[in-house]
């Protein structure tokens, strides 16, 4: 076992690691800019570290959290990425209500022994401005559901996320379930260009109540809050529900239960193949099945979703 192994699982265990022997030796870095970041990366890779990637764009919580420890138990080092991509936002004040909170962001990667976390302005990931020039085609993937809703959405995701894979350069990266359809996207990112990145899906991460969690809730008003609980509720209960109903049954449950709830309005709710992201019309049309729904609560728009088969 390597010196940089041994540190690794030392790393983390932290109560073990907050031993003083060790305090001394834990730093995390924080990288502003494409060079600082590449060189970091370098010297890891050039000590034959594995590189677990997180991508995010901050206003961390436990979900985020979750997926770092993921990493952290999977590879050498972990680098997670703190960057606002103006380019996935199709709606200008969703990018100007975002929350950002950077100071709290870099504290709690630092509680979890975070190896090095990548911080670079728009001009650093934009340099030549932002004029999106690359286009990928994720066919039928981006045309329903987010893609339908969120018009350049998902290009502006995959636009990101090469530009961060070609600076971190990981073996693994790592997103949550919750945002079921970016993993499609990005899994067929990897695969058309035939990027050597495994893609490690992760569970959704729910508070206690059970809403999924997510950078926006911090925006809900105590109200909203309230009501913002029945989006998984009503997931829950047409999980129960589905074996007994037929799809469109099931689609009318969820989509009537949640417009009686008052602040909320759903925007779609389907249930499709969990591979193409296509509408099913029967249980026995595909192996997987999931439900995926979006609803505005107020100003602030929540997704969620919900394994059927
Ligand atoms: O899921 C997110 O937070 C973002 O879409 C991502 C993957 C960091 C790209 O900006």
Redesign the pocket.
């Known amino acids: 076992m390597s010196i940089s192994t041994v540190i690794n699982c030392l790393k983390q265990n932290k109560d073990y690691f907050c031993h003083p022997i060790f305090t001394s030796y834990y730093k995390m870095i924080v990288c502003k800019t494409r060079l600082e970041i590449e060189s970091e990366v370098n010297r890891c890779r050039a000590l034959n570290q594995t590189v677990g990637f997180v991508?995010?764009?901050g206003a961390l919580h436990e979900g985020h959290i979750s997926l770092v420890e993921k990493s952290k138990t999977e590879c050498d080092i972990t680098v997670v990425?703190i960057?606002v991509?103006p380019i996935?936002f199709n709606n200008p004040n969703d990018l100007t209500s975002y929350p950002r909170t950077l100071e709290n962001d870099l504290k709690l990667l630092e509680d979890v022994l975070t190896d090095i976390v990548f911080v670079p302005d728009v001009n650093e990931m934009y340099p030549e401005g932002i004029v999106v020039k690359e286009h990928y085609d994720f066919g039928l993937l981006e045309s329903v559901m987010e893609g339908e809703h969120r018009p350049g959405h998902f290009n502006g995701?995959a636009v990101?996320?090469k530009r961060l894979f070609d600076l971190v350069n990981p073996n693994k990266a790592f997103?949550g379930l919750k945002?079921f359809q970016?993993l499609a996207v990005i899994s067929s990112l990897v695969k058309q260009l035939n990027l050597p990145i495994e893609i490690v899906p992760c569970d959704i991460v729910r508070e206690e109540d059970g809403l999924a969690m997510s950078s926006r809730n911090v925006r809900l008003t105590s109200e909203q809050r309230i009501s913002a609980v029945e989006i998984s509720q009503t997931l829950f209960k047409a999980q129960v529900l589905a074996k007994a109903y037929s799809i469109e049954e099931l689609k009318s449950f969820v989509i009537e239960k949640i417009n009686t709830v008052p602040l909320l309005q759903i925007e779609y709710f389907d249930i499709v193949d969990s591979i193409n992201l296509q509408s099913v019309s029967s249980w026995d049309e595909s192996k997987e099945i999931i439900g995926c729904i979006a609803v505005n609560v107020g100003e602030v728009r929540l997704i969620d979703n919900i394994l059927f088969l």
């Open positions: 991508p995010t764009m990425s960057f991509n996935q995701v990101v996320v997103f945002d970016q």
